[in-house]
């Protein structure tokens, strides 16, 4: 058995924390190092500035001196009143120490650059206080007579530098700890919805279809929630209509097989049956074969529809759908004494295939002929407008009671179930006719005829080559 990884990378909370991770280190990273160099480079210029002015002051008193030395110097030195410098150096034209504030040598370098005419700047921050240094050269009349050093350590700059620095990383420790903090619990909070979404989901994919989720608030994960509660909804819906679909169909071919079964076993049975009656009967189970076969086409019709969605329509001329039919339900009506009228437009073509064109002409017209009366009539029209093509059929028919017209397109439903069946009806016509228009993007409507009977309206959006 594989063990479990401890942190899994692949997860939405590794990234995620990984993210903001990343995000504040390079924030904090910035925090702390922009405030502290940009500071300690204004310390810096301040010091260059404050010692060049101290120097140039220093520098032009001691150019007064004709010949400066140990004593002279320090006389002037008292009188300028500097004493917060560590160290003054001050060297004759040759580069000689003529006066030196503290013991040792000091920056000789430094004094030589000066003697050759420029000034020197430094300033280092060493622990927790700048040391700082200047030199400069003394000048008379034009010529160098010789050089300033002075250097001086300040700890009060540098202590605040260093206060500063702390402050930073103290603030930078809260930050990154509250962000922390809220990015475990905001995650937490997104990755619960998370997991309630896929415990639903293995619910319903165990066959629960009536489980829903508990859905509050109006963020992007409860609008999640909704539309998974809604695609359940459907999934159950389509369910029961399945489960109805297959009892439904099973009662329907199990009545005419128990007639079937029932005449022959008379006939069987009974040895002295005359001839006319066995006729009849065997008459009979012809009907019901028949009966079966037609209920059996028409469901093939049903389950083709359904699995023809990915099929390309081509222009159909809905004229010739309709001829189509006629040639086929001419006998039906002349046998019936059904009057059949038809008034069709050139150049009405739609987006379909011709076989569910002609299956939704051919049933709406056998309804017109068998649920009608003798010496009724039937009128079908087919009319073109800008954008749409109108079919309509209408009989003067026994009518469709208004509380029905809803249910006639469900599959297997007939109004008056006797006198389909003694039709041959098996209730599925309607469904075929309803699916195949809504297939190609068509309407079907229903009413009343006047004075009698019905009126079917079929709308398709009207297909033109450009
Ligand atoms: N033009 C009509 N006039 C009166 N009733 C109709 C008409 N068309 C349909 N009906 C009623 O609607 C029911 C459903 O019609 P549908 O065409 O789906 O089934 P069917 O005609 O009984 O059987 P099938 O068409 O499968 O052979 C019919 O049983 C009938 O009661
Ligand atoms: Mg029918």
Redesign the pocket.
Same mark, same amino acid.
């Given at each position: 058995m594989q063990s479990k990884r401890l942190i899994n990378t692949g997860s939405i909370r590794f990234r995620f924390f990984a993210f903001i991770g990343m995000l504040l280190a390079v924030l904090l990273l910035l925090l702390n190092i922009y405030p502290y160099v940009t500071t300690k480079e204004a310390v810096y210029q301040e010091k260059e500035k404050s010692m060049e002015t101290q120097a140039a002051t220093l520098s032009s008193a001691l150019s007064g001196l004709d010949r400066p030395d140990q004593e002279s110097v320090a006389e002037v030195l008292r009188l300028l009143d500097v004493r917060d410098y560590d160290r003054i150096l001050i060297a004759d034209s040759e580069g000689r120490v003529i006066y030196n504030s503290g013991s040792g040598e000091g920056l000789m370098a430094d004094l030589q650059t000066a003697l050759a005419g420029k000034t020197v700047f430094r300033s280092v921050l060493k622990g927790e206080s700048f040391n700082s240094s200047y030199s400069i050269p003394l000048s008379s009349q034009g010529t160098i007579t010789g050089a300033v050093y002075i250097s001086e350590t300040d700890a009060e700059r540098g202590q605040i530098l260093h206060d500063l620095q702390f402050q930073i990383r103290t603030v930078s420790l809260i930050i990154a700890l509250a962000a922390l903090a809220m990015a475990v619990v905001y995650s937490s909070l997104v990755l619960r919805k998370l997991r309630q979404l896929s415990a639903s989901m293995r619910i319903v994919a165990g066959g629960d279809y009536s489980h829903r989720m508990a859905t509050a608030g109006t963020d992007e994960l409860a609008e999640l929630g909704n539309e998974f509660n809604t695609l359940t909804a459907r999934l159950a819906d389509t369910e029961r209509q399945r489960r109805r679909f297959v009892s439904d169909a099973s009662h329907e071919l199990k009545t005419p097989l128990a007639s079937i079964r029932l005449l022959s076993d008379s006939i069987v049975q009974n040895e002295n049956m005359d001839t006319d009656t066995i006729r009849e009967f065997v008459t009979d189970i012809g009907n019901e074969a028949e009966r079966l076969q037609?209920?059996t086409e028409?469901l093939l019709d049903l389950s083709r529809l359904d699995d023809d969605i990915h099929i390309v329509p081509e222009p159909v001329d809905v004229k010739q759908s309709a001829l189509d039919a006629l040639v086929f339900l001419r006998p039906l009506a002349q046998e019936r004494n059904v009057h059949l009228r038809a008034a069709l437009d050139d150049g009405c073509v739609v987006l379909a295939t011709a076989d569910d064109m002609f299956h939704i002409i051919f049933?709406l017209m056998?309804?017109?002929i068998?649920?009608n009366v003798p010496d009724g009539s039937v009128n079908i029209s087919l009319h073109a407008a800008d954008e749409t093509v109108e079919f309509a059929v209408e009989?003067t028919?026994? $009518?469709?009671p208004e509380e029905?017209r809803y249910n006639? /397109?469900s599959r297997f439903?007939?109004?008056?179930k006797a006198?389909?069946r003694e039709?041959? $009806?098996? $209730?599925? $016509?309607?469904?075929i006719v309803h699916d195949a228009v809504k297939a190609h993007g068509g309407t079907i409507a229903v009413g009343p005829n006047k004075p009698q009977?019905?009126r /079917?309206i079929v709308t398709f959006p009207r297909y033109s080559m450009e």
């Open positions: 037609r209920t028409k049933n056998e309804n017109a068998k649920y009989d028919g026994i $009518g469709i029905e006639i /397109f439903y007939r109004v008056d006198r389909s039709h041959g $009806g098996s $209730g599925l $016509g309607l469904s009977g019905s /079917f």
